[in-house]
């Protein structure tokens, strides 16, 4: 059994951030505990990826723990997934990385946010095998187990690392594809099939940009408001505030957002 440790420097944080860490630390002493286990994974009746029982134990201490001190409504990947109609919905994903967890390959994250409106009040994305929890609230910074974090500074193409992250749809697979064949010989190009570890490296600086399709609120929310606390900058493909009803997502350390918005502009219907 693998002990999960949460920062020790909460007490300064909203209530509602305190709140969201502690489910998401909850969740992940689930999944460090079944980690090394034989996963039996059935594919989800969407066809849209796997989901597996720690998912299901995950989610369920995530709504336990929500529901016991917060009246705010829950939109969650595997038994509420509607848009969120609410003033504030939290917004969440039991193991972003499902596939990720499923092959023993740790990289995946407890993903949980607090949507107000249009806008990401606060965000949580927690691996409990890396140990790593970070987190922001509007206004208040990001942080990496309670020391603050900022996206790179680097706007060097032959340093640049780039995330390019493919839904599962069709058309999403061919605008992967087509990104690919016009970023492939400028950046470092990386996929690690979990937006949540993608969106929280790039908001610690390790990479430079992140570009997907295809993904569904829960999957991005939380790293909107981190990657945009600590620096960076996060809109749709075409430059305009990033919409819940639509998956296009540019996210970058800002130095580099120009210019990956004119090379993917015409690529969003």
Known sequence: MMNVQKPHNLNALSADLQLAIDAAFRAGQVIADHFMEVVDADIKPDGKGLVTRTDQESE??????????????????????????ADLSWIIDPIDGTTNFARKIPLFAVSIALLQGEDVRLGVLFNPIAAECVYAEQGYGAYLNGQPIRVSSSAEPASTVLFLNNGYRSADKQRHAALVDRFVNRYSLRSLGATAVEMSYLACGRAEGFICSGDELWDYAAGIVIVEEAGGKVTDWKGQHWDRRNAFICASNGSLHDELLATIADLQP
């Open 60 to 85: 369920q201490v995530i709504l336990d723990t929500l529901r016991t001190h917060s009246d705010y409504a829950i939109v969650s990947e595997e038994t509420a997934p509607h848009a969120p109609s």
